[in-house]
Every structure is written in structure tokens, then in C-alpha cells.
């Protein structure tokens, strides 16, 4: 009887052995799913606003730590939940103090703050982030209202590229010939590119980072001319939502020099080194406006933004004599007043001249 009971106990605690080391596996399943998933399962339930936002955000931090010579190459902060695990208490609050240098209202940072937390909170969740340090990193804090409004009214005003500036600087006809000059190198092929839709389309920055080689694929069959066919995400849900622009003659020249990526779905922009290598396809809305003020600064203009360069092709065209309603739709805007802006000011800078 008695060896009948050990018997029975030795076949309980293989059973037991075996459950528990099938478990172990399944555990180790289950976060490893958890961490290639969660940034997607947190995404699938936000609106589209909050994810362009939060994306944004995080171009802000991946930013900051290519400026402090973190090389965060094959890292994608936006979707992958272990690039959060080199992030301390004591990093984040060097990033607060980094944004306060760089003329960030303290609004933004604040809201950016809160953006990489939300991401340290997904990266604990799955694993990669020591929960001793995300406690530390919930300490670090922004500026309260009085205090943002005290720092803001004394500190000297200095622009980012994602915030509005007072004054719209408007290129000269030379200065925009100049800027779609760029070298014949690879990354000065793609800038030309870069630059010239800028110029010549006047899209919106969020309309060129997501340009794909399908969208310049199209051709008129009566014609023959090449159609750029794009997606406007600012006025999306509205009959400008989908922009169509006639390719331009330098535009065409831009791109027939430049080595695109090939598939269809992929961006036009290629991302490029600090050598000025081209990479993969995509580049960011900020990485473009950072790039385009550098650019202009190498011309001696500084401080010049892709809504200038906007800006520029709406004032060429009302000079040309488009009308308002042409104007609306090449730019895709909603509202007629923003398109009567520039034709009342070339009628009354024509006043002037007579």
C-alpha cells in the first residue's frame, strides 16, 4: 500500500513538473507577444489625431537623442516596445531640459513628456523596462500652468519646427532656384526632390512624407502627362481629402535623377546618414523640416520652414493669375478665405506698382 502511494505521489509530481515547466513556456510565449504587440494593441484603440500626435512626439525624442549622438539607427521607437528599455528617470529629465533650451513652448513639453511616459508604461507592461525605473520616471515632471506661463514670458523665443512662428518668410524667386540646386550626390538628389515638390506642388509637409512611388505612377491617356495622385491628411473626411497636380517640368527633372526605392507602396523620401547615405524609404515630417531649415540656412536664409516653401508656391501662382477656386484646389484648402488672401494681396501689391 505504501509503495502504491509513492507511486501515485511520484506520478503527481511529474505531472506537476511537467504543467509547470509547460507553463514556463507559455509564459514566456505570452510576453514575448506582449511585447511585440503592445504599442499596436495601444495604437488600434486611439483615433487617428492621437496617433499622427503621438507619433510626432516621438520624432521630438528620437531627435533628441541623434543630438546627443544616440545613434538610434534600426531602433523604431513608433512600433517596437524594447527601444523603451534605454530610457531612465535621469535621460528624461535631461530631455525636459533640452526642449526648454530649444524654445519649446512648455505646453508641448509637457505633452511630450507625457508621450514618452505613456511609451515606458507599455514597455514595463511587456518587459523591457525595470518597474523600479518606471516609477522614477513617473517623478520626473513638466511645468505647471503658472509655472510654464512665468518661464515663457521671460526666456528668449526660439523656433521649432513644429511650432508657428509670427512671421512667414517669403523666398525670393532666386532663393527658391537656389534651394532646388543641390548637389549631385545621392542625398542631394533626394533633397532636390524633397525641395522642389515643396516648391513647385506647395504640399503640405504631411502630404510629402507619406508620397509613394504609386503616387506619381499615373499618366493622362489624352495628354500623356504625369499626374501626381496623393492623399491630404489634414482635410481628410472632405471632398479635398485626395489632391491631383499635373508633374511639374522640374519636378520631373528631380525625380528622373533621383534613386527612389522601387516598390510601389514605398515612400519617395529615403532617409540618409550623417555621410549623406541614402537608407530605407521614409522620412519623417520633422526629419523634412529639419532638413529644409538647414538647407536654407546654407543659402543664408535661416529659420525657413516646409510651410514657407508653401507659401511660396501659393504667392508664384496668384501672381500667374489663378483664381481663387483653382487656388482652393491645388492646395487643398477648405476654406475660400485662405485662398483670397493671396490674390487680394497680388491685387494689391499691382496696386502699387501703378
Same mark, same amino acid.
Given at each position: 500500500?505504501?509503495?502504491?502511494?509513492?507511486?501515485?505521489?511520484?506520478?503527481?509530481?511529474?505531472?506537476?513538473?511537467?504543467?509547470?515547466?509547460?507553463?514556463?513556456?507559455?509564459?514566456?510565449?505570452?510576453?514575448?507577444?506582449?511585447?511585440?504587440?503592445?504599442?499596436?494593441?495601444?495604437?488600434?484603440?486611439?483615433?487617428?489625431?492621437?496617433?499622427?500626435?503621438?507619433?510626432?512626439?516621438?520624432?521630438?525624442?528620437?531627435?533628441? !537623442?541623434?543630438?546627443?549622438?544616440?545613434?538610434?539607427?534600426?531602433?523604431?521607437?513608433?512600433?517596437?516596445?524594447?527601444?523603451?528599455?534605454?530610457?531612465?528617470?535621469?535621460?528624461?529629465?535631461?530631455?525636459?531640459?533640452?526642449?526648454?533650451?530649444?524654445?519649446?513652448?512648455?505646453?508641448?513639453?509637457?505633452?511630450?513628456?507625457?508621450?514618452?511616459?505613456?511609451?515606458?508604461?507599455?514597455?514595463?507592461? /511587456?518587459?523591457?523596462?525595470?518597474?523600479?525605473?518606471?516609477?522614477?520616471?513617473?517623478?520626473?515632471?513638466?511645468? /505647471?500652468?503658472?509655472?510654464?506661463?512665468?518661464?515663457?514670458?521671460?526666456?528668449?523665443?526660439?523656433?521649432?519646427?513644429?511650432?508657428?512662428?509670427?512671421?512667414?518668410?517669403?523666398?525670393?524667386?532666386?532663393?527658391?532656384?537656389?534651394?532646388?540646386?543641390?548637389?549631385?550626390?545621392?542625398?542631394?538628389?533626394?533633397?532636390?526632390? !524633397? !525641395?522642389?515638390?515643396?516648391?513647385?506642388?506647395?504640399?503640405?509637409?504631411?502630404?510629402?512624407?507619406?508620397?509613394?512611388?504609386?503616387?506619381?505612377?499615373?499618366?493622362?491617356?489624352?495628354?500623356?502627362?504625369?499626374?501626381?495622385?496623393?492623399?491630404?491628411?489634414?482635410?481628410?473626411? /472632405?471632398?479635398?481629402?485626395?489632391?491631383?497636380?499635373?508633374?511639374?517640368?522640374?519636378?520631373?527633372?528631380?525625380?528622373?535623377?533621383?534613386?527612389?526605392?522601387?516598390?510601389?507602396?514605398?515612400?519617395?523620401?529615403?532617409?540618409?546618414?550623417?555621410?549623406?547615405?541614402?537608407?530605407?524609404?521614409?522620412?519623417?515630417?520633422? /526629419?523634412?523640416?529639419?532638413?529644409?531649415?538647414? !538647407?536654407?540656412?546654407?543659402?543664408?536664409?535661416?529659420?525657413?520652414?516646409?510651410?514657407?516653401?508653401?507659401?511660396?508656391?501659393?504667392?508664384?501662382?496668384?501672381?500667374?493669375?489663378?483664381?481663387?477656386?483653382?487656388?482652393?484646389?491645388?492646395?487643398?484648402?477648405?476654406?475660400?478665405?485662405?485662398?483670397?488672401?493671396?490674390?487680394?494681396?497680388?491685387?494689391?501689391?499691382?496696386?502699387?506698382?501703378?
Amino acid at each position: 500500500m505504501t509503495n502504491q502511494l509513492m507511486t501515485i505521489d511520484e506520478q503527481q509530481a511529474a505531472a506537476i513538473v511537467t504543467m509547470r515547466r509547460e507553463m514556463g513556456q507559455l509564459t514566456r510565449a505570452a510576453d514575448l507577444y506582449t511585447a511585440a504587440t503592445v504599442i499596436k494593441d495601444y495604437f488600434d484603440r486611439k483615433s487617428e489625431g492621437t496617433r499622427r500626435a503621438r507619433h510626432a512626439d516621438v520624432d521630438t525624442f528620437t531627435h533628441f !537623442l541623434n543630438a546627443g549622438d544616440i545613434d538610434t539607427t534600426g531602433c523604431n521607437f513608433q512600433q517596437n516596445a524594447a527601444c523603451w528599455s534605454i530610457v531612465t528617470h535621469g535621460l528624461l529629465t535631461v530631455y525636459v531640459k533640452w526642449m526648454l533650451d530649444n524654445g519649446y513652448s512648455t505646453e508641448s513639453i509637457n505633452r511630450k513628456l507625457s508621450t514618452v511616459k505613456i511609451y515606458c508604461k507599455m514597455a514595463t507592461k /511587456s518587459g523591457e523596462l525595470d518597474p523600479a525605473e518606471m516609477y522614477m520616471i513617473g517623478l520626473v515632471t513638466g511645468y /505647471s500652468g503658472i509655472e510654464g506661463q512665468r518661464i515663457d514670458e521671460t526666456r528668449e523665443q526660439t523656433r521649432q519646427p513644429d511650432t508657428k512662428k509670427a512671421k512667414t518668410i517669403l523666398l525670393t524667386p532666386e532663393q527658391a532656384a537656389q534651394l532646388m540646386e543641390q548637389p549631385n550626390t545621392a542625398q542631394g538628389r533626394r533633397d532636390r526632390v !524633397l !525641395l522642389t515638390i515643396l516648391l513647385e506642388h506647395g504640399l503640405r509637409v504631411s502630404e510629402l512624407a507619406i508620397l509613394t512611388n504609386e503616387n506619381l505612377a499615373h499618366v493622362e491617356p489624352d495628354t500623356g502627362r504625369k499626374v501626381m495622385q496623393f492623399h491630404r491628411p489634414k482635410v481628410a473626411g /472632405s471632398d479635398k481629402e485626395r489632391g491631383r497636380h499635373i508633374i511639374t517640368a522640374p519636378t520631373l527633372a528631380a525625380l528622373k535623377d533621383y534613386p527612389a526605392p522601387t516598390a510601389a507602396a514605398d515612400q519617395i523620401l529615403r532617409a540618409s546618414s550623417k555621410g549623406g547615405h541614402l537608407g530605407k524609404a521614409g522620412m519623417s515630417t520633422r /526629419s523634412i523640416s529639419i532638413r529644409v531649415g538647414k !538647407l536654407a540656412e546654407r543659402i543664408g536664409v535661416p529659420g525657413l520652414s516646409s510651410h514657407d516653401c508653401r507659401h511660396y508656391c501659393a504667392t508664384v501662382m496668384s501672381r500667374k493669375g489663378y483664381s481663387v477656386a483653382e487656388l482652393m484646389e491645388w492646395f487643398g484648402w477648405t476654406n475660400p478665405r485662405t485662398a483670397m488672401r493671396y490674390v487680394e494681396a497680388q491685387e494689391q501689391s499691382e496696386r502699387y506698382k501703378g
